[in-house]
Structure formats: structure tokens, C-alpha cells
């Protein structure tokens, strides 16, 4: 579960500072599947990167999963990442001189498993996204959908309940950002919590809930209404879909 209580963030860069967020108030609930929208520079990731404990708040609270991260020491909040958070980029972040399998072994180094439980455990990741016959590549062995699922493997290895992303479809074409979508999906029909960062219409169409953000502040924060079209025949699908958009 997920809290922001009068959030702000601030950037300052010498005597400039920048305000990021304003008194954003969040409460995401463990299970659900949020997609967040709004123009460049509107603040998406500096918000994911605060609700992924890579960044902290300039004022206000998070509350994660009853941790309040403001209360933690460094240790604690080292490991509650680690435990809670897998993070998705838009452009994959996965170090080019490590093969797929290293990379995915990466959040897992300093967990205290054996070199058999990790490789066990990086396995099943690289298997849950289809590619462990992958796992002696290095990324530039891979096309950008590869690698998107090789960072998803990464993120899944701690076998966290949040799921983050931040435009984790941007850097690829409609097609293969499809592909990401439906294991996104999956990953939330699983149990897992997802949040999202996007700015195409279609990719927020996966989600149940659309937050809007614009100037660091939210705009609109909508359930998503969905059909189930699968059981429809193709014509009645492409109809309710044209309806929906
Ligand atoms: P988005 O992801 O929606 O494009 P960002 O969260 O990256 O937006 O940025 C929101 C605002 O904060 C922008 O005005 C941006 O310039 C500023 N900003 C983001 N990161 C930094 C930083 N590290 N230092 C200074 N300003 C920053
Ligand atoms: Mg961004």
C-alpha cells in the first residue's frame, strides 16, 4: 500500500530551485494497476522515482507498505527497496559488459544466497519472460523488446510487489510496446501491484486507474472503464474498442 501525504519536491540547482511537486496526495492500494499521464516536464518521474525510493520527498510523507520512509534509517530503506520495489526504464538500464543472466543477477549480490539459489532464481525470472535461452547474451545481442524483458527479469529477481515503470514501452516500436503491455498484465494478474509512466493513450488503456499530472500537481485521477472484448467476435471487439477510445 501506498500513501503520499503532502508531497513536495523540490530541485535545486544552485540558486534556482524548481518545484517539481506540489502537495500531491496519493493512496494506491496493494493489487491495483495505475497508469500515469501528463506532458514532459508535468513531474511523472520524478513522482515514480519517489514512489520507487530512488528519490525522497522535499516535504510531506510516504507511507510504503506502513513504512514511513522518512523514519528509516539508510539500511532500512536499502533493504525495503530491495524487497518491495522492481523499476522498469524507458531505456532498459542494463550494463552493456554483462551478459542477460549477470544483469539479472545484479539486485540479488548482496542478498546472501548461494551462488545455486541465486542462479536458480534469475532463471525462473529470465523463464517467467520467455527468455532464458538468452541468458548468455550481452545486451547489444538483443533487440530492444529483448532487453525491455531482460530489465523486467531484473525487476521481478527480488520478487517485489510493486512493479514500477517509467515509459518502459517509449523506446519501442507500437508493436513490441504491446508485447511489454500484455506481460505487464500478466505480472498484475498475478498479484502484483503496477504503476506505470506513459504517454501514449493506448499503453494507460491497460490500466484500471488513470492519474493525470500537469505542473507537479494532479489533474484527474479516473478508473478506467475496460470491456472484456476477448469472448466477442472480431467485428463487436473492434467496435467496443473504437467506442471506448
Ligand atoms: P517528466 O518525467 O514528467 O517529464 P520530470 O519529473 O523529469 O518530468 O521533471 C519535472 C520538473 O522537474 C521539470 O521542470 C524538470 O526540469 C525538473 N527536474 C527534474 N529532475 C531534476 C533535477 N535532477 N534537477 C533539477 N531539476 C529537475
Ligand atoms: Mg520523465
Known sequence: MIDLINVVKDFKNGDVSVRALQEINLHIDQGEFVAIMGPSGS???TLMNILGLLDIVSEGEYILNDN???????????????KEIGFV???FNLLPKL??????????????????????????ALERVGLADRMDHK??????GQSQRVAIARALVTNPSFLLGDEPTGAL???????????????HEEGRTVILVTHDEHVASY??????????????DELNLKVDTRSLSDDSRSMIEEEVR
Open 43 to 45: 513531474g511523472k518521474s
Open 173 to 187: 516500436d507500437s508493436k513490441t510496446g504491446e508485447m511489454i503491455m500484455d506481460l505487464f498484465c500478466q505480472l
Open 89 to 91: 526504464f524507458q531505456s
Open 139 to 144: 545486451p547489444n545481442q538483443l533487440s530492444g
Open 207 to 220: 490500466a484500471d486507474r488513470v492519474i493525470r499530472i500537469l505542473d507537479g500537481k494532479i489533474l484527474s
Open 68 to 82: 514511513n520512509i522518512k523514519k528509516m534509517s539508510e539500511a532500512q530503506f536499502a533493504i525495503l527497496r530491495n
Open 99 to 124: 551478459t542477460a543472466f549477470r544483469n539479472v543477477e545484479l539486485p540479488l549480490v548482496y542478498s546472501g544466497l548461494s551462488k545455486k539459489e541465486r542462479r536458480e532464481r534469475v532463471i525462473a
